[in-house]
C-alpha cells in the first residue's frame, strides 16, 4: 500500500514510475486480456448472463477507473519532479508526451467501445426483458408447470418450486423461448433431477434446450415445438458472440439425448425471424419426443398413450 500511495504522490523515481508501474504493468494488463475475456466467454451463456456483465463490467471498472488514473497521475507528478530537480528535461518531457498519447488513444478506444459498454451495462443492471414467467406446481403437486419466457432466474426459481413440496416427476414447459443460458440452465435443473418433460401449448427457441432434457418427453396433442437460428440480442456485443459455437454446442447435447443425425441436420436452418414447426410425427421419428398425450391425461395421473393415431 505504502508503494501505491509513493506512486500516486510521484514520490518514486522516473525510471520506476515509467518503466515498471506504467509501461511494464501495462503489457502484463495486455498479456492477461485474452485470458479475462476467455473467462468472460465461458461465463456469457451459462446459468445467468448478467454474471459476465458484472464481472466484465468490474474488470473494466478496475483498469480503466483505478489502475489507469494511478499509472497516469503517478508518472505525471514524478516527471514534475524530475523537471523541478534536475536540469535534464529530456525524459521527464517524453514520458509526459507518451501520457498524452495514451490518453489521447484510450479515449478514442473507449468511445469505439461505446456500443459494447452499453450492452453490457444493459445486461449488468437493466432490467430482464424476460422476466415475464410463473413456475407453480400443478395437477396433485407432481408436476410443475413453467409458462412464460425463459428469464434469468427461471432455473433458480425452478429449483425453489421442486424443492418447496412433495417429489416431481416432470416439468411442463410452455414457453416461446428467452435466454439461450437460461433454456440451458433450466435443462439442467431438469437432467439432473431425471425429470420427464410436457409441453401443452408449445415450446420454442431456447425453451426447446430444456425440453430435449427431459428422461421422456410428450407433446399435448396441439402443442409443437419450435427451432431457429441463435441471434445475439445485443447488437454491440455481436462482434465478440459466436453463434455458430453455441449451436454446435446445443446440437451435441440434443444427439446425446438421441435425437437422429437426419433431424439434427435441419434443427438450426430456419432464421432468426422464422421457426421450423415439426409434425408430431417427424418428433417421434426422429425420437425428439416420447409420446403425444392430452394434458388432462397428464394432470390427472393417467399413462401418456405413445403417438396413437391422432399424432399429425
Known amino acids: 500500500m ?18 515498471v508501474n506504467f509501461v511494464a504493468l501495462n503489457l502484463l494488463l495486455l498479456l492477461l486480456r485474452p485470458v479475462v475475456e476467455q473467462a ?14 458484472r464481472v466484465a463490467l468490474l474488470h473494466v471498472g478496475f483498469v480503466y477507473g483505478l489502475v489507469y488514473p494511478w499509472q497516469i497521475v503517478g508518472v505525471w507528478r514524478s516527471a514534475g519532479r524530475w523537471l523541478a530537480e534536475r536540469e535534464r528535461r529530456v525524459w521527464p518531457l517524453a514520458s509526459r508526451a507518451v501520457l498524452v498519447l495514451s ?3 484510450t479515449v478514442v478506444t473507449v468511445a469505439g467501445g461505446a456500443p459494447v459498454y452499453r450492452d453490457i451495462v444493459t445486461i449488468a443492471l437493466g432490467p430482464d426483458r424476460y422476466a ?27 429449483r425453489r418450486v421442486l424443492a418447496s413440496g412433495p417429489e416431481v416427476h416432470g416439468v411442463i414447459l410452455d414457453s416461446p423461448g428467452g435466454w439461450i443460458a437460461s433454456g440451458r440452465s433450466l435443462g439442467g435443473v431438469i437432467a439432473e433431477r431425471g425429470l420427464n418433460t410436457y409441453s401443452f401449448e408449445g415450446c420454442h427457441s431456447a425453451c426447446a434446450t430444456a425440453f430435449i432434457s427431459g428422461r421422456e418427453r410428450f407433446l399435448a396433442d396441439e402443442a409443437r ?18 453463434m455458430w ?19 439434427l441436420a435441419r434443427l438450426f436452418q430456419a432464421e432468426h425471424g422464422e421457426a421450423w414447426y415439426p409434425s408430431q410425427r417427424e418428433l417421434l421419428a ?17 399413462t401418456p398413450y405413445n403417438g396413437g393415431g391422432g399424432a399429425p
Open 40 to 53: 468472460l466467454v465461458s461465463l456469457s451463456f451459462d446459468d445467468d448472463p448478467r454474471l459476465m456483465a
Open 245 to 263: 459455437v453455441e449451436q454446435q454446442r446445443d446440437l451435441h447435447h440434443f444427439r446425446n439425448q438421441g435425437v437422429s443425425p437426419s433431424f
Open 286 to 302: 426422429a425420437q425428439v419426443i416420447s409420446g403425444v398425450v392430452r394434458s388432462e391425461e397428464v394432470l390427472f395421473g393417467i
Open 132 to 158: 415475464d414467467y410463473t413456475v407453480e406446481r400443478v395437477g396433485d403437486g407432481s408436476l410443475v408447470r413453467f409458462q412464460g419466457y425463459l428469464g434469468y432466474r427461471a432455473s433458480r426459481d425452478l
Open 2 to 19: 505504502r508503494y501505491i500511495i509513493r506512486h500516486w504522490r510521484g514520490e518514486l523515481s522516473l525510471p520506476i514510475a515509467f518503466w
Open 103 to 105: 490518453l489521447v488513444g
Open 225 to 242: 415445438l419450435g427451432f431457429h437460428q441463435y441471434a445475439v440480442p445485443f447488437g454491440g456485443l455481436e462482434p465478440y458472440s459466436n
